[in-house]
């Protein structure tokens, strides 16, 4: 069964510099999340969409912001990274809008 | 504030016996109760899932138990195995396509 896939696996930038973090949702799912999960804790909602449209939003940085393209996939752009920012970061996908959340493989990032 | 309450951080359980986490929340909004399965570098995996209208659902090894007065929810499994070795997080949402609020994990060690 085809899974979400998330872009790229790993991730190293410097401070201050920029990232963007793709996700791709399983077939068919309209709903994406996004989840940051820093060493050793649990993963913290960042931001969500439904049908293109932004639907709630968590501890998100300014720094950071997100969409939802035509096709349904999804990135997480950061800018001004800081070494805080270092984390994996996970893309969900849903069937909609109250169906189980689907996680993605993450994307590790470092920040040096 | 941590919203949903997991207990214990870690718990380790001889081969062939059952593993018990606990779990407890305050937002009597929640009515979508997951539990994910990590292994390290991976992403949560979607174990099994209950809503308040039972108290109590099976999957195979899994069950997930759940007192709505208490506020409490819990997860069994059965002949455990060092496969299970892993995290296991509890989770809670809201109806209506809500974000996931997770407890802080639980990490299991299965042993020969």
């Known amino acids: 069964a085809a899974g979400v896939i998330q872009s790229p696996r790993h991730l190293i930038k410097e401070k201050r510099e920029t990232a963007t973090l793709k996700c791709y949702p399983i077939?068919?799912?309209?709903?994406v999340y996004w989840y940051q999960q820093g060493p050793g804790q649990d993963p913290q909602f960042l931001i969500s969409f439904y049908e293109k449209m932004q639907s709630d939003k968590g501890s998100i940085p300014d720094r950071f912001s997100a969409q939802q393209f035509s096709d349904y996939h999804s990135e997480l752009n950061m800018s001004s990274l800081e070494l805080g920012d270092s984390a994996l970061y996970f893309c969900a996908s849903s069937p909609d809008r109250e169906g189980e959340q689907y996680f993605g493989p993450g994307t590790r990032l470092t920040v040096t | 504030q941590q919203q949903v309450k997991q207990s214990p951080q870690s718990l380790i359980v001889q081969k062939g016996g059952i593993s018990i986490i606990n779990c407890a929340y305050e937002n009597t909004a929640f009515d979508y109760f997951p539990w994910y399965q990590q292994f390290p570098g991976k992403g949560p995996a979607l174990l099994i899932a209950i809503r308040p209208d039972v108290s109590e659902k099976k999957e195979g090894r899994f069950t997930i138990s759940f007192n709505k007065s208490a506020k409490q929810f819990s997860l069994h499994i059965m002949d455990s195995q060092p496969g299970d070795s892993a995290t296991y997080f509890c989770a809670a949402s809201r109806r209506g396509g809500n974000k996931l609020t997770f407890g802080t994990g639980t990490q299991l060690k299965v042993e020969l």
């Open positions: 077939p068919r799912h309209d709903t």
